[in-house]
């Protein structure tokens, strides 16, 4: 009887694992706000299969055919459980409830500590909008943007520059995004206040080493910023009052359950304390402070749309600048100090049946510098700026075991006007060379590969080509061996100036050696087409944004990261020490202040 149990034995198990599975794919969400739940826990009970939402609170479960109990659990909600009959595939949704224990203080995280230990990235800060609110405040207002500065590897600028430096990279080599819109400028009064309004963000992220292929056009980090939806099932105001600036939001449904909206303002009142702070200290002070004004301004709007349970729009815009302003009206003299940002974008999310994803994104940026400054008859005016218009799309796989596979491609078209400069004496204009625009095309394919290798090591895989063109319209001037100009080559719109291509792999790797820790390492390659030109005898933000051209090549980098995770205490405690080593290429500096070089042949 054994040979035969042994055979039917082996006969079933075959049976079993050839069985097909069937995938139950759905959402978890808040029953109230109708917002996603980020990171909830779906799970076969009595079983250990189970998987995590993703960012738009969406899930993928693969399960042998028959009867199962699948439960949804979230930190700070009820568990919820369904039982199905697995047949063929099919659409299970969660609707959790926040739960309400009165207990002694519970310290609540966004992030599991075991990802410390278990997950590939080695250098990543996440924040969620409750651990902002958290945040030590200055002059009233909790700014991540001030505390993640505060992290290993990264120091904020100086000499009142704004921009901070991630392992010893440039102020221009870190990408800020806000709902997938490039920011250029992330400060306020030279780097005091950044432009992310707390009340407006649902959560943030950090990468300054591992960078994955969705990722690129900067060599040194990724920040990662992403607003809230506007509440879906009731309305709201709520405002601040700070020391320095006020804000107020608003927020609410239009409609039931599909539609929401959310505003949100902030404006300073710098001048008005500090003026009479510094005219009652500082003697004599009064005439030059009386006719002086200064402050800075942030505007949010968002508007949310969920048609059915596979798809979410949403438009964002942004807007938001400082403003400086000094006269003395006896020496009819008069300045005025402007910069900001205007940002406009599209997301558009799309969950498939069988773990796919199309994250797809359409987004404007300006950012626009401008000085003008008038004595007598003298009128002087000096512009900068830049103008991105971004289409990017991300089809994401995810399968059992954790392994998640992401491919897209990405387009930039960039405008840059480097020094614009207008002036006039005695109403009369000045020839100052003519004002330039520089155009450009980046284009980029990415894939990246996560999964389990073997044992406890876990690789993630990636690669990003990108193709850069400058093209025209564009005057280039010859010269010869002593700089005098003598022939200049034109360039018609359709015309390719200069053609860059690059292939930039990536590689992080994990090995976990027990449950409480694991060694990391990560190799990163990118490639930077646009540059920060600064004037470091000028405090002020009158930084210059310069595309590469057949002069100026891209900037190259590659990162080694090497570290030792371990979580202490039950996982109560989470350390890590890490090892970095960084090598550049093509860095580029002003020999010479570039206010006084307003020609053509200075590119």
């Known amino acids: 009887m054994k040979p035969i149990l042994t055979g039917i034995l082996i006969i079933i198990a075959i049976s079993l694992h050839g069985q097909k599975r069937v995938a139950v794919n759905g959402r978890v969400i808040d029953k109230n706000t109708r917002e996603a739940l980020i990171g909830a826990t779906i799970y076969i009970k009595g079983t250990t299969e189970g998987t995590i939402s993703n960012e738009e609170g969406y899930f993928l479960l693969r399960v042998l055919p028959g009867n199962h109990i699948v ?258 009206p006896e020496f009819d003299f008069a300045n005025n100090l402007k910069w900001g940002n205007k940002v406009l974008a599209l997301n558009w999310s799309h969950n498939f049946d069988k773990g796919y994803n199309l994250a797809t994104s359409v987004t404007t940026t300006n950012y626009a510098f401008n000085l003008s400054a008038n004595q007598n008859t003298v009128n002087v005016n000096l512009f900068s700026g830049v103008n991105d218009f971004t ?35 005695l109403d009369t204009d000045l020839e100052l060379g003519s004002n330039r625009l520089l155009n450009s095309h980046e284009t980029s394919l990415f894939y990246n590969h996560e999964a389990n290798i073997i044992g406890n090591l876990r690789a993630g895989i990636g690669v990003r080509l990108t193709n850069y063109m400058h093209v025209g319209p564009y005057n280039q001037m010859i010269k010869n061996a002593i700089g005098e100009i003598t022939d200049t080559i034109t360039y018609s719109n359709k015309d390719v100036i200069k053609t860059y291509q690059s292939v930039e792999p990536r590689l992080s790797l994990r090995y976990q050696i027990n449950k409480l820790s694991s060694v990391k390492g990560a190799v990163t390659y990118n490639t930077q087409y646009i540059h920060l030109v600064s004037s470091s005898s000028v405090t002020l933000p009158t930084d210059v944004w310069l595309p590469s051209t057949n002069l100026i090549e891209p900037q190259k980098g590659v990162q080694y990261t090497c570290g030792y995770f371990r979580n202490v205490m039950e996982h109560t405690y989470t350390s890590s020490i890490n090892v970095y080593y960084k090598d550049f290429k093509n860095q580029i500096e002003l020999l010479s202040g570039y206010i006084g070089n307003f020609k053509d042949n200075i590119f």
């Open 71 to 328: 439960a949804a659990s979230y930190l700070g909600y009820q568990t919820d459980t369904a039982q199905i009959n697995t047949s063929v595939n099919q659409t299970l949704n969660f609707n959790l409830t926040r739960s309400l224990i009165q207990t002694e203080e519970v310290i609540v995280t966004a992030k599991n500590p075991e990802d410390n230990i278990k997950s590939i990235e080695t250098g990543e800060v996440r924040l969620s909008m409750r651990e902002i609110k958290k945040l030590p405040a200055l002059m009233g207002e909790s700014d991540f943007l001030r505390i993640i500065q505060l992290s290993p590897g990264i120091s904020s600028a100086n000499d009142g520059n704004s921009g901070f430096y991630v392992r010893g990279g440039g102020a221009d080599q870190n990408l800020v995004l806000l709902d997938n819109a490039t920011i250029y400028n992330a400060n306020h009064v030279l780097g005091f206040f950044s432009v992310f309004n707390s009340k407006t963000i649902a959560n943030t992220k950090l990468i300054k080493s591992g960078m994955p292929a969705q990722y690129g056009g900067r060599l040194s980090s990724i920040v990662n910023v992403s607003t809230r939806d506007g509440d879906y099932t009731k309305y709201g105001v709520t405002g601040s009052i700070g020391l320095l600036s006020s804000g107020v939001s608003i927020e609410g449904p239009i409609g039931k359950d599909k539609l929401s909206f959310l505003i949100a303002a902030r404006r300073s009142y710098i001048s008005e304390v500090l003026q009479p702070l510094v005219t009652s200290t500082i003697k004599n002070s009064s005439g030059f402070y009386q006719n002086s004004e200064y402050y800075f301004y942030d505007l949010n709007a968002k508007l949310s749309f969920k048609p059915n349970r596979k798809d979410k729009i949403s438009i964002s815009y942004y807007q938001g600048g400082d403003d400086y302003k000094i006269s003395k």
């Open 391 to 425: 289409f990017k799309s991300i089809l994401t796989k995810t399968l059992s075991k954790g392994t998640i596979i992401k491919t897209g491609i990405e387009h930039v078209y960039h405008q840059f006007r480097p020094n614009n400069l207008d002036a006039s004496a």
